[in-house]
């Protein structure tokens, strides 16, 4: 199945577009090095974007686009590759490396009090920290919104959830038990009626954000669109009721194309871990 809007994209198109995010990726240091070589005599700051590669998000795109015009294997080996070929660096990096290791379960994501941990004994790689703040609860918050989907994915998360339903994470402070509990990634996961509205919103708001990409038609038709035309969180939580709750699916009724297409595309990818060798 493919992604709505996508059926007069060509197949050369197509393909040189990847290419393209593909080729992006792989130069991505390269230039970052060049450019560090221009500002040799400025001293830049530890960790500032000039230091950190774009080229995870350049592999994202590939995937999403072989993802979109259902190049299902195309898709999963550029993840896979992303898995082994990229050390992510930002807070963000790492929780769109997680998310998608994830889906095609080369990671698994494990949340405690003090930050989350990817681990990637699949990959025989080491694992990845990530600490959270100490000092900005609503910081905190955002970040664990963003590890959710992944750490469901994965399997370990939902001992956690049952804690944060009920109100009590030990060692968390009560600031950001509140803030997860009403996060709409939190509800998309537990087993309430609360579900199906959460699960219902992330769904609008994908079709929203498609429909807005599409619209500025020069983007859209040259196939880069302003935006992710795959929501990631949105698929990661759907593979996770795909693996562990499958029920789910039957209670609710997509309301929209770019709906059907997710949940389609979440059944497809949960069964990819043993199909997958690294």
């Known amino acids: 199945m493919r992604l709505p809007g996508t059926e007069r994209w060509s197949d050369e ?62 898709g999963v ?16 990096q790492i929780a769109f490396y997680a998310t998608v290791g994830a889906i095609i379960g080369a990671v698994q994501v494990h949340l405690n009090p003090r930050g989350a941990v990817i681990e990637r004994q699949p990959l025989h790689l080491e694992d990845i920290p990530l600490a959270w703040p100490h000092d900005d609860s609503a910081h905190v918050v955002t970040l664990m919104r963003h590890f959710l989907p992944a750490a469901a994915a994965s399997g370990p998360l939902f001992e956690m959830i049952r804690d944060v339903v009920a109100g009590e994470l030990v060692g968390v402070k009560p600031q950001v038990v509140a803030g997860l509990g009403a996060s709409i990634e939190l509800q998309a996961l537990i087993g309430d009626p609360r579900q199906l509205q959460a699960i219902e919103a992330m769904e609008q708001n994908y079709a929203t954000r498609l429909s807005l990409m599409r619209n500025d038609s020069f983007h859209w038709e040259s196939m880069q669109p302003n935006g992710a035309i795959i929501d990631w969180s949105l698929l990661c939580v ?23 297409f997710v949940r389609w595309l979440a059944r497809e990818l949960s069964s990819v871990p043993g199909q997958i060798k690294f």
């Open 77 to 92: 080996s550029i993840c896979a590759h992303m898995m082994i070929s990229e050390s992510p660096k930002t807070p963000m």
């Open 13 to 74: 198109g197509i393909r040189g577009q990847i290419v393209f995010e593909m080729t992006f990726a792989k130069a991505a240091p390269s230039l970052l090095q060049v450019i560090g070589a221009a500002d040799r005599d400025r001293e830049l700051e530890r960790g500032s974007p000039r230091q950190v590669s774009e080229s995870i998000f350049a592999l994202g795109r590939a995937a999403e686009l072989a993802f979109a015009t259902e190049q299902l294997q195309r």
């Open 238 to 260: 759907w593979v996770a009721i795909s693996r562990f709750s499958g029920s789910v699916a039957d209670k609710i009724m997509p309301r929209s194309e770019a709906a059907v």
